[in-house]
């Protein structure tokens, strides 16, 4: 069946803020947590439970949830680089776009050309380097392309999602 991970996102930028978690299992491809195509997050760790339910995930995973965060896909900081640096040291963002990338294949949506011609040359240069600045130069990629891939997707991300909001009182 593979692994389950418990994912953080975080797209607005406040420090130590997480927007929603959800599940993933990863064995050879990456399956989302979802009812039918549309991808389930939830806002509070607590509601966890409650969201991996409604998923056909349910039926086949009877491991115990997992309560530790394995990854967070951290687009808020992903767009600070893409924006400002020329240098990613911890690797986000290799580790969130190919995150995201592995999420929205499974529902069969495809970054458009205009902005997989900018992306996954940086992507690619990253898997190996973590400075990029005179790489973009280089290649001549603008920044303001990346960023704009970026925001396709973050907008995809959330698309038709479900997300199931924090109960009151709660802290995620």
Known sequence: MGNMYLLAFRI?????????YSYAIYNDECTPLHEGTRLIFF??????????????LAKKYSAPLPTK????CDLA???????????DRQAVIINTCNLVDDILSFQGRIMP???????YPLLDRLTFYRTYGKFLEKR??????LLKAL???KRALRRNAIVIPRRRGERS
């Open 12 to 20: 607005i930028n406040q420090p130590k803020n997480v927007d929603f």
């Open 140 to 145: 001549r990629i603008r920044r303001s392309e």
């Open 151 to 153: 925001v396709w997707m």
């Open 43 to 56: 806002e509070s760790r607590d509601d966890g439970q409650r969201a991996f339910a409604r998923s056909k």
């Open 113 to 119: 050309s205009r902005y997989r011609d900018s992306l």
């Open 69 to 72: 965060v394995h990854m967070i």
């Open 77 to 87: 900081e992903t767009e600070r680089l893409l924006r400002d640096a020329s240098i």
